[in-house]
């Protein structure tokens, strides 16, 4: 949820609730006004009651009984009714309900003889008008709240326009484009504090970075010199006649594991490249090509393996950095051939949406979430650095693939979605 939603969630809750909080107490303190009102009217009926009960000397004169809203009785005894006044509902008898009315009760005395009055006020006209004036006033709160969150919104939204800003700076920054990292200025201190603290953070990122990548690069080259060095001269030492098959075996380790240090240290390095996305360059590549050409290249180990080659039979181009395709084809075709068995299959097969590289062969022993962590083999081939299928994780990543691995069939199937 976006905080502006959020917050346009809370004003409206909070708002509702004072709103029917506040509906209540105006209902009853309505009602109260109301009612005070009508009180004043019966007491000015009441007067006019008693002048016109006094004039006659004798027995009320005024009407009496429910349908003229009075009821005058004679009453005796000691314990006396007081004035009062109350709410109570009358049956009447044309709309054949009961209706609410507001009585007054009072005592007077004619010629030493005492007369218990009611006199009644309806409440049909007063309730009419409440409740007019309860929807009048919904619809005035509700158009309020409703203008007021509208308001609210804009404000908000011009408000943190500069805090999108810099989410979106952030968001689409590029390390390798050497591009400054500049944000806007506004006149709001906290978005300052943020962006200062921001740009001083990226700032020391980028220079930690530029220090890694020159330091990668510089290790790297300063290795592959000695190691070549060593690589050649062990070369020359096998081509010796003078030494003896013990140490033969023993030059021979050794030029070996040298190759092995060789191939490891290019490999972290394009791990290292991959990973810091020195390959922005991004194009439509056609992956059946890339495919039989690195089949092409590797004929003589297929051939020696007795490995039968099924597919692709379509072409599909996919946007990605074309160089990192073809890494990612040629590692996923060695670790075919590499964990195949004599007279094994690969097969490829190429959609809109997927690539799969199968190979037959044993199952694996190993747990098949770790094939993608480097240095992870799920075989003893001394052959491999184990960073192959790392690599092809990396590259996937960076390219906004997924790559699956699924064992089915007795076929090693590796799956690179292109949508992730």
């Known amino acids: 949820m976006k905080l502006l939603t959020k917050i346009s969630l809370n004003f409206?809750?909070?708002?509702?609730?004072?709103?029917?909080?506040?509906?209540?107490?105006?209902?009853?303190?309505?009602?109260?006004?109301?009612?005070?009102?009508?009180?004043?009217?019966?007491?000015?009926?009441?007067?006019?009651?008693?002048?016109?009960?006094?004039?006659?000397?004798?027995?009320?004169?005024?009407?009496?009984?429910?349908?003229?809203?009075?009821v005058i009785e004679p009453i005796s005894g000691e314990m006396l009714p007081q004035k009062s006044y109350s709410d109570t509902l009358i049956f009447d008898?044309?709309?054949?309900?009961?209706?609410?009315?507001?009585?007054?009760q009072f005592i007077t005395e004619i010629n030493q003889q005492k007369y218990l009055v009611k006199i009644f006020k309806s409440h049909a006209e007063t309730d009419n008008l409440i409740v007019r004036i309860i929807l009048l006033m919904t619809v005035l709160v509700v158009a309020l709240i409703l203008g007021l969150l509208i308001l609210n919104r804009h404000i908000s939204q011009k408000t943190w326009k500069s805090f999108y800003f810099t989410i979106n700076k952030i968001k689409n920054y590029d390390l390798n484009l050497h591009k400054d990292f500049l944000l806007q200025e506004t006149d709001i201190k906290e978005?300052?504090?943020?962006?200062?603290?921001l740009t001083s953070m990226t700032e020391r990122i980028k220079e930690d970075y530029y220090n890694l990548k020159e330091y990668t690069e510089n290790a790297s080259h300063e290795l592959q010199t000695p190691i070549a060095v060593i690589i050649s001269k062990m070369e020359l030492l096998l081509q010796s006649e003078y030494l003896k098959e013990k140490e033969l075996k023993t030059i021979s380790d050794a030029y070996e594991a040298s190759t092995k240090l060789s191939r490891l240290t290019n490999t972290l390095l394009l791990?290292?490249?991959?990973?810091?996305?020195?390959?922005?360059?991004?194009?439509?590549?056609?992956?059946?090509?890339?495919?039989?050409?690195?089949?092409?290249?590797?004929?003589?180990?297929?051939?020696?393996?007795?490995?039968?080659?099924?597919?692709?039979?379509?072409?599909?181009?996919?946007?990605?950095?074309?160089?990192?395709?073809?890494?990612?084809?040629?590692?996923?075709?060695?670790n075919a051939i590499r964990h195949n068995k004599k007279n094994g299959i690969i097969s490829f097969s190429i959609t809109e949406k997927q690539l799969l590289v199968a190979n037959s062969g044993d199952e694996i022993t190993g747990d098949p979430d770790q094939l993608f962590k480097r240095f992870y083999k799920a075989s003893s081939s001394d052959s491999s650095v184990g960073l192959g299928l790392a690599i092809v994780q990396k590259i996937c990543e960076v390219s906004g693939f997924n790559a699956v691995y699924s064992f089915e069939n007795k076929m090693h199937n590796f799956t690179i979605h292109f949508e992730a």
Do not use: C, W
């Open 271 to 334: 791990l290292s490249k991959i990973g810091n996305r020195q390959f922005p360059e991004v194009e439509k590549v056609d992956f059946k090509n890339i495919i039989e050409n690195q089949l092409q290249d590797l004929k003589e180990v297929i051939d020696a393996k007795k490995i039968t080659i099924q597919g692709p039979d379509n072409s599909h181009l996919t946007e990605m950095n074309p160089y990192l395709a073809e890494i990612l084809i040629s590692n996923l075709i060695k």
């Open 93 to 104: 008898t044309e709309t054949n309900r009961y209706i609410a009315y507001r009585q007054l």
């Open 191 to 197: 978005f300052n504090d943020l962006n200062s603290v």
């Open 12 to 70: 409206l809750s909070i708002s509702l609730f004072i709103f029917l909080v506040g509906l209540i107490v105006f209902y009853f303190v309505l009602r109260q006004q109301v009612n005070e009102n009508i009180n004043i009217e019966l007491e000015k009926r009441q007067t006019s009651i008693q002048n016109q009960m006094h004039s006659a000397h004798g027995a009320p004169s005024a009407p009496s009984g429910i349908e003229q809203k009075i």
